[in-house]
């Protein structure tokens, strides 16, 4: 035998109404090696792993562990032969507590009666010796999207599984929790553990992975030893093309204010304190503003403050020179306002409607999709969604009437991010909008971006990935624990100083201009 | 043939015709338990219904009595259906039917309306229910399961209250309507001429086709269903995009209520019951509208056939032998066939992965063909 394998997939093909999202893939996952997996979006990558953990029976292939092939028919077998899966999507139940998702159909008990105390002990342990920090008494309806990825971590260490998967765990992590996820991964290997990894990033796989395998439109395009290689053969292996990793653009010409929010706070709802605290700032036609920080700081509500989902305890707030404090969502989206939100899933989609009418999610109502009687213009939201498509390139088994749910993260992500832009908004608020997207994606949205504030838009980016503030914005606002704590140029700022903002060893007196 | 198979549509008609057979032969269990001797016929029976007839005119007036308890059968199944479109379990159904019935039964023996203004109190009352229950979900985050199954409770008793005033102190029903109310009898289009004259078959059952039709289109073709469907599937994206959540909510309870309510005239302005003031439970028709709902696979033109359906098996218990089983019996028998027929979602569930299941062994024969050659 020689090698010693502790998953092979051979000839993996599995079909989905209208695409092949896998067609004859094999991989081989070596015992104690971390194995990246690397596609564009849409290339099948969460449905092979969804083959791996039995969410999906393929059409052909067959799957061996430690060299015996095996049936792997749901994710119990699944389990019970030690593979585990931490989903692109999130799969935790909204009303539990953070413990009791991490211990669901685990529950240690005597005679039938649980012994969570004995479970929270462990949980807390493995929490400490990896550095995942979680409340385990919050409700996960409540915590930050990073929490419920961590939770879902621990929730696959705590049934001691020997295979792990991780589909895209570091798209929602913030720089720091990455470097930590990466050791923590690399600790894992260390102890004998295999480890299957989804990233779009590509200097994680570099510094994580041994070897990667990348996929293309659900073909196989090669294995390789990441020691030899480098970033740009694998994104020319990726998308076939060179990929340019730095968005050009021009100086910013900063006109009018469009965007004001004055003394803006927010409750939270995970504790008593507010969430933001007397937070202003302005943005300006023509420019991007990036608020930067930790997630978890109090972004998440400024937005939801900011586009009316959640109420103000205090604060003001003016859109092109008119008072929406008190508009509602529909009034300030009309007005101007388009809103990237941070949860796909949650906020952004209807999952089970189809492509072409979550096209039309913030514009139905338009003479253009609706007429005067109510009935809505069914050849104008195809149309639409035809056009959004072919220009954002949405890619998707049964083009516009394929039902959301079945689509790939990235392209729902760019399904949003499509209809947002068209709408053709005064101020662009668009938070972690290149979340799960691949290179290629990634640099055709940081141009859309661009392009808008060319034409005049104000755009307030908010995200967590330090590549994208230092290189998309005109102007960088570090926000902690609820308050701006800085302001910076990121023509003269380095990633260290910012850290240093974020992590609130700094503070400095903003004055918003 | 897997192909047929995978298409919605099959798969709905497919699964409700195999809960039908099932409740049926369940039933006929059930009957052989209680007595051997007179099961089959018993069953055959309340499958037969009105054909159990053997003279052509007599088939056509028992299955005019069945279609005139038709009609508001599917409005309640209509009713039960919209809501649920909007991620709504509207219970209170039952509620809004009776109240629909107080109302036409009071404005015709009441004030002696005439029979378009007494059907559209009783949608108006209907209506008023579902707003109460709406208003309670939206402003106090009440469930409306409990808020609907309390609300049937004051419906029953509060028509009880009413229509006392409408009835013969000696008698514990409300006149008849050709007594007191002539005028208030939804006309029958001549359709009583075809049916072997009976009276009972009348505009109630084109107009509950056309309400099928008209929340059909509401739900598919407008952009008010758009938006309802929406915040059924997911509330979050509908407040993320502007919709008047709670709005929506109160609005489409209002018209599941005056559905249920227009179900309620749709069988006392036929005359063909009254109502009885000392009853104590809430009828059944509401709750036979859930039924009905799931076995037309939520679809307001599968919901006609399915409510045609469930109406002929109660109709045709009433024709078992009495002398043989207890009087009982008869809605027994019809009530299980109903409540197997709730079968319907977990059925589809079973097909799709025996489906997925076969089509993997399929794949696998052909590899292995495919590696001989
Ligand atoms: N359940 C499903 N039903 C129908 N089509 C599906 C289903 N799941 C995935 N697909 C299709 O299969 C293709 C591959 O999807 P997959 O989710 O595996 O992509 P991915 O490589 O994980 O992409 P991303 O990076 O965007 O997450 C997509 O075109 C998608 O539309
Ligand atoms: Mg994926």
Redesign the pocket.
Known sequence: MGQSYAIEMLGITKR??G?I?NDNISLQLKKGEIHALL??????????M?VLFGL?QPEEGIIKKDGKEVKINNPNDANELGIGMVH?HFKLVECFSVLDNIILGVEPNKYGFLKKNEARVKVMELSEKYGLHIDPDAMIEDITVGMQQRTEILKMLYRDNEILIF??PTAVLTPQEIRELMQIMKNLAAEGKSILF?S?KLAEIMEVADRCTV?RK?KYIGTVETAHTTMSELSAMMVGRDVNFHVEKKESKPGEVLLSVEGMTVASKAHKNNAVKNVSLKVRAGEIVCIAGIDGNGQTEFVHGLTGLEPLVSGKIELCGKDITHSSIRQRSVMGLSHIPEDRHKHGLVLDYTLEENLVLQRYFEPEFTNKAGFLRFKNIRENAERLIEQYDV???QGPV??A?????????KAIIAREIDKHPEVLVAVQPTR???VGAIEYIHKQLVAQRDAGKAVLLVSLELDEVMDVPDRILVMYEGEIVGEFDPKTTTQEELGLYMAGAKKAEVTVS | MRKILKNEGVQSLLTSLICIIVGMFVGYLVLLLIEPTGAFEAIMSVAKNFLGYSRTNMQLKHLGTTLAKTAPLIMCSLSILFSYKVGLFNIGAAGQYVMGACACLYGALGFGWGWLPCLLFAAFAGAAFGVITGALKAYCNVNEVISGIMLNWIGLYFTNMVLTNVKDASSAYTYALKAKGKDAILPTLGLEEFFSRNKYVGIAIPLAIIFAILVWVVLNKTKFGYELKATGYNKNAAKYCGMAEKRNIIVSLAISGALAGLAGAFLYQTDIEQWKVTISSVPTMGFNGIAAAFLGGLNPIGAIFSSFFIQHITEGGTHVDLTIYCSQISELISALIIYLCGFVGFLKMLINTSLAKSEEKHAKKKAEKGGDK
């Open positions: 989905f109404p695409i999202a596609g564009e979006n849409g290339a099948g990558k969460s449905t092979l969804s999906y692109q589909d895209e989804i779009h996929i659900g890619r998707s088994g394929t039902v749910r079945s689509m790939s993260g990235g392209n729902q992500q799960g997207l691949d």
